[in-house]
């Protein structure tokens, strides 16, 4: 493993670490929640201006953005950031922590923070767009970048896709989608697989209707606490008596409940989320029919009067590598990161939506990982096993060097493999 300096001595795009980091400090002090990202899209607009060279789209599905650099005949590639930050107190003891308050879409007041690192993200992308820019006459191709808003509540990019991203708009059809995620694992490593990296994430909300009463009456009532309650346990039996242990894989979460407000009333409804993680479109179908199934067969058997009902909060597609592609990208970062490149990548059971950019239009993509874990602070917990916070954690903290060095490094070597003219690895 090496040193974080040897980072800006590789044979990669070299960066102005000291211009970028202050640039992320202000992205990352200033979050914004998914859909809100007003002054973020207007920051990234701005820097993106400031060259005079790319055509800006602004305001596509939200606060979405697409900047391209038309530069002579060949390849479109699309590079891809996410702008959104959480509703999470941030914890950190960073200089630069976020004090940020937004109100939701209820009304409620919640502290931000960029506890996904998308941060890390907007200002690898911005420095990607001004070295792929610098270095235009060693390339020839059509450059989109792509800033995209709410991708935590997964509805960002088919908002861009329903906004006329390729249509009305005119943004060229890429021909490779590709983006990054930031993760808790050694920075300045970058991380690729094959196949499926990123699971489908379904979420629920779903409402049992009961009759409410008084807590000493129970055979006036249709408790739906006691109809929740059974759903709960039943639904942990999709995993482990439903799917196939040998070879299908699925995550299901009851991530909330809420019945009541004192004791001796018994409700008239409750309300469940539920979150429901696969990695392929079988196991995804077979899941979802067992969840409606349990739940309307133990509505049933309280004697709900009323069918509970079951709507979809949100849905995040399978984030599946396009094979050739990825076998590009697998002898670009061995040639560019040595080292510090895994190409064993196995995957993670969180959920994006940045697919849904290549799917829309049939194109291939590829996604991978980039660290963000301080390396000292990783190689005591490889070998000491000390707790490291991950994202969505409000201790959540990548470390500025060389993670920003490393995240437009890749992002730059990534285009310029499918540009034509660019440093293409053919052996
Ligand atoms: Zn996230
Ligand atoms: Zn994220």
């Not at 809100?36 to 207007?42: K, L, M, P």
């Not at 001796?264 to 079988?282: G, Q, S, W």
């Amino acid at each position: 493993m090496s040193h974080p300096d040897d980072h800006q001595r590789r044979k990669l795009p070299q960066f102005d670490f000291d211009k970028y980091e202050s640039l992320y400090k202000d992205f990352h002090s200033n979050p914004e929640l998914s859909g809100q990202e007003a002054a973020t899209a207007a920051r990234v607009a701005q820097h993106l201006r400031s060259s005079n060279a790319y055509t800006i789209h602004e305001k596509i599905g939200g606060h979405g953005i697409a900047a391209i650099l038309a530069n002579g005949p060949g390849t479109t590639v699309l590079l891809r950031a996410d702008m959104d930050g959480l509703p999470v107190l941030e914890q950190t003891d960073l200089p630069y922590a976020s004090k940020a308050t937004q109100r939701d879409k209820n009304g409620i007041t919640q502290p931000v923070m960029h506890a996904c690192g998308h941060d890390i993200h907007i200002v690898s992308l911005l420095a990607a767009a001004d070295h792929l820019l610098a270095v235009r006459d060693s390339w020839s191709g059509t450059l989109v970048l792509v800033f995209q808003p709410a991708e935590e509540s997964g509805k960002g990019a088919q908002a861009m896709v329903d906004d006329g991203l390729y249509t009305t708009l005119g943004v060229p059809i890429p021909d490779v989608v590709l983006g990054q995620h930031v993760l808790a694992f050694r920075a300045g490593t970058v991380a690729l697989g094959h196949g499926v990296v990123f699971s489908a994430g379904d979420s629920f909300k779903i409402t049992f209707f009961g009759r409410g009463g008084h807590g000493s009456a129970p055979q006036d009532s249709i408790d739906p606490v006691v109809m929740a309650a059974s759903v709960v346990i039943r639904l942990q039996t999709i995993v482990s008596r439903e799917i196939d242990p040998r070879d299908e894989v699925a995550v299901v979460t009851v991530g909330s409940i809420k019945a009541g407000e004192t004791e001796n009333i018994i409700p008239a409804h409750a309300t469940m989320l539920v979150n429901i993680r696969t990695l392929d479109e079988k196991t995804r179908g077979r899941v979802l029919a067992s969840m409606e199934r349990i739940v309307k067969a133990e509505a049933n058997a309280s004697g709900a009067l009323k069918e509970p009902t079951i709507e979809q909060i949100s849905g995040f597609p399978i984030t599946r590598n396009d094979p050739e592609c990825t076998d590009r990208l697998m002898k670009t970062f061995k040639n560019g990161f040595a080292e510090d490149f895994d190409p064993n990548y196995r995957g993670n059971m969180a959920s994006e939506d940045f697919s849904i950019l290549a799917t829309a239009v049939g194109k291939p993509s590829v996604y991978w990982v980039i660290g963000g874990v301080d390396p000292d602070v990783w190689d005591d917990h490889v070998k000491n096993g000390t707790y490291i916070p991950g994202n969505h954690s409000p201790f959540f903290a990548p470390v500025a060097k060389p993670t920003l060095i490393v995240g437009p490094q890749a992002l730059c070597a990534a285009a310029m493999e499918f540009f034509d003219g660019g440093d293409h690895h053919d052996s």
